[in-house]
Nanobody, 124 residues
Framework: VQLVESGGGSVQAGGSLRLSCAAS????????MGWFRQAPGKEREGVAR???????TYAGSVKGRFTVSKDSAKNTLYLQMNDLKSEDTATYYC???????????????????WGQGTQVTVSS
């Protein structure tokens, strides 16, 4: 299983970025997939999750600004991030759980596979 994130970068506050996570050796569309982030000195936190049935959940801090989606044909997970704020600055990771429903994966430790991360920097 390999997860490779891309799309990170530097952007001004109010701007947008779209992160991608290409999965190989793993049918990402069949399982719960998630986006997490970790800022320096802070714990890793969940940002968004999408289940096999496309049910999505978001952290309160990003709800209404971020959208998680997937392309089954491309085996790729996306995170569209709009109206970015300085507090969104972090390394973003995609992860895959062994469950079809994210209901059974509420914690980062419930995700077995992780990408290497992509840096997002938002300047105010």
């Amino acid at each position: 299983v390999q997860l490779v994130e891309s799309g990170g970068g530097s952007v001004q506050a109010g701007g947008s970025l779209r992160l991608s996570c290409a999965a190989s050796g793993y049918m990402s569309s069949s399982y719960c997939m998630g986006w997490f982030r970790q800022a320096p000195g802070k714990e890793r936190e969940g940002v968004a999750r999408i289940s096999k049935d496309a049910t999505t959940t978001y952290a309160g801090s990003v709800k209404g600004r971020f959208t998680v989606s997937k392309d089954s044909a491309k085996n790729t997970l996306y995170l569209q991030m709009n109206d970015l704020k300085s507090e969104d600055t972090a390394t973003y990771y995609c992860a895959a759980a062994g469950f079809s429903s994210c209901y059974y994966a509420p914690r980062p430790t419930d995700f077995a596979h992780w990408g290497q991360g992509t840096q997002v920097t938002v300047s105010s």
